[in-house]
């Protein structure tokens, strides 16, 4: 079933940097429990295969106008990523990639899966692959259990398509197609320049969004920029948006702008970010604290503090309807 509702935050937050998997595929994990871990790699035949995983545990605590008085959940949320990939006679890499996730907060079991053709030119991938232009070109993510909300389009593409991805140089082009013929595209540059390293990604995207009343579907078209610099332990990164939704009589202009900052001491990394946007001259506005220890390989303890808070109701159709204060302390292991 296409994914056309702008996805919400999990009711569990967790927070890392993104996977990746052989040569230049993109990691199906599109959620925010993501292993740093170096996966395990063994042959099978002419196959060399990889996997990645996660099990974290954590505590939430919903924070309302009464504070401590809120709902405490603990609960447990694994994933596992496994990638298969050979090489042919005239040198090009066939591959496949499957991830799954099993949420006990929400009692159920997501996957995805792709393939892909990798050769000098770039890969070409096929499957559920809706977030590969977004994890490409995205801000990086919060430290720990931090999540800030809203940081992306409010339209999202279905959840079968196909694209490319070719790295030139220091630019890396991705492009995804859905099943619905909408559409995303998107490029990075990255590079040292002198003692920092500079990131600038952009992207635009044709897609749908489904109210929060699930009432109404509306066309998003949507453009955004990233900018990022990373000097020593810190980094320090900048987005902004553009998305225009249109449809059942309503012609809507949304801004945003994002940023925030990251720095590792010892064993201890932090983060912090913030959010704020207007659409059609409502304000949205988000936070994300997060914090990280790293106990032994693979072992952390994680914390996060996310608030959200939107509500948008126009011709009696509710748009986007947020408003959440979260604290998260979590046990994770990556493997």
């Keep these: 079933m296409a994914n056309l509702k702008r996805s919400t935050i999990g009711t569990i937050c967790f927070a890392a940097l993104p996977i990746s998997v052989p040569a230049a595929a993109q990691s199906l994990n599109y959620d925010t429990l993501a292993s740093l871990e170096e996966p395990l790699a063994f042959e099978i035949g002419d196959a060399t295969v990889q996997v990645k995983g996660v099990a974290d545990v ?6 309302d ?11 447990f949320t694994g994933n596992v990523e496994v990638s298969a990939e050979m090489q042919l006679g005239n040198r090009w890499n066939i591959g496949a990639i499957y991830f799954g996730q099993y949420s006990e907060d929400a009692n159920e079991y997501s996957d995805n899966v792709a393939g892909f053709i990798r050769t ?23 430290v720990g259990n931090a999540n800030l909300a809203f940081d992306d389009f409010y339209g999202g593409l279905a959840r079968w398509g196909g694209g490319y991805s070719g790295r030139f140089g220091p630019v890396t082009m991705t492009s995804i197609v859905d099943e619905n013929g909408d559409f995303e595209v ?21 897609s749908r969004y489904l109210t929060a009343d699930e009432t109404t579907q509306l066309s998003s078209e ?18 902004v948006g553009y998305e225009n939704l249109n449809g059942s009589g309503l012609n809507l ?20 970010a913030g959010h704020y ?10 936070t994300a604290f997060g914090v990280g220890y790293d106990i032994a390989r693979g072992l952390s303890t994680n914390l996060g503090f996310n608030t959200r808070k939107a509500n948008v109701e126009r011709n009696n159709i ?12 979590s046990i994770r292991y990556s493997f």
């Design 253 to 272: 202009d949304r801004w945003f702008v994002s940023g925030g900052g990251q720095h590792k001491v010892g064993s201890i990394s932090f983060s912090a």
């Design 186 to 206: 998107g490029g990075e540059f990255q590079r040292p320049i002198g003692v920092r390293d500079m990131r600038f990604a952009t992207r635009m995207r044709k």
């Design 222 to 239: 949507a453009v955004g920029a990233v900018g990022e610099i990373v000097y020593g332990s810190s980094l320090f990164d900048l987005g």
């Design 318 to 329: 509710q748009i986007v309807d947020e408003d959440e204060k979260k604290a998260t302390a």
């Design 58 to 63: 954590p505590v939430m605590l919903n924070v």
């Design 277 to 286: 946007g207007e659409l059609d001259g409502s304000a949205e506005y988000s």
């Design 120 to 142: 000098s030119w770039g890969t070409v991938i096929g499957g559920n692959v809706s977030g590969l232009v977004r994890e490409s070109t995205r801000r990086r993510r919060g």
């Design 65 to 75: 106008n009464r504070v401590f008085e809120g709902d405490v959940n603990v609960t």
